[in-house]
C-alpha cells in the first residue's frame, strides 16, 4: 500500500519528464518502477537533469539541494518518484 499522496507525486513526475523531456504521453504511461533513466533515455542528458528538478520543485513545491541529486536518485523511474515522494510527503 502506498502512502497517501504518493502515486499523485508519481504522476507529477511521469509528467514532468514527459513534458520536460518531450515524451508522448504513451511513453510515459509506460514507464515503470524499473524503468532505466538516465543513460538510457537519450532525451536526459545533463542539462535535460536540471530542467526535470526545476519543474519537480515548482510542481510540487519542494526545494531540491544540489548536494541530494546523485546518478542513484536518476537511475530509474521508481528511484526518481521515491526521492520525489520523500521531498513532497516529507
Known amino acids: 500500500m502506498q502512502p497517501d499522496g504518493s502515486l499523485e507525486v508519481e504522476n507529477a513526475v511521469r509528467a514532468v519528464l514527459r513534458d520536460v523531456?518531450?515524451?508522448s504521453e504513451e511513453r510515459a504511461a509506460a514507464f515503470r518502477e524499473e524503468t532505466p533513466l538516465f543513460g538510457?533515455?537519450?532525451?536526459?542528458?545533463?542539462?535535460?537533469?536540471?530542467?526535470?528538478?526545476?519543474?519537480l520543485e515548482d510542481r510540487l513545491g519542494i526545494l531540491i539541494e544540489d548536494d541530494e541529486v546523485d546518478g542513484e536518485m536518476l537511475e530509474t523511474f521508481g528511484a526518481l518518484a521515491r526521492f520525489a515522494q520523500s521531498k513532497a510527503l516529507g
Open 40 to 55: 538510457a533515455l537519450p532525451e536526459l542528458d545533463s542539462l535535460a537533469v536540471a530542467g526535470v528538478l526545476t519543474e
Open 21 to 23: 523531456l518531450g515524451l
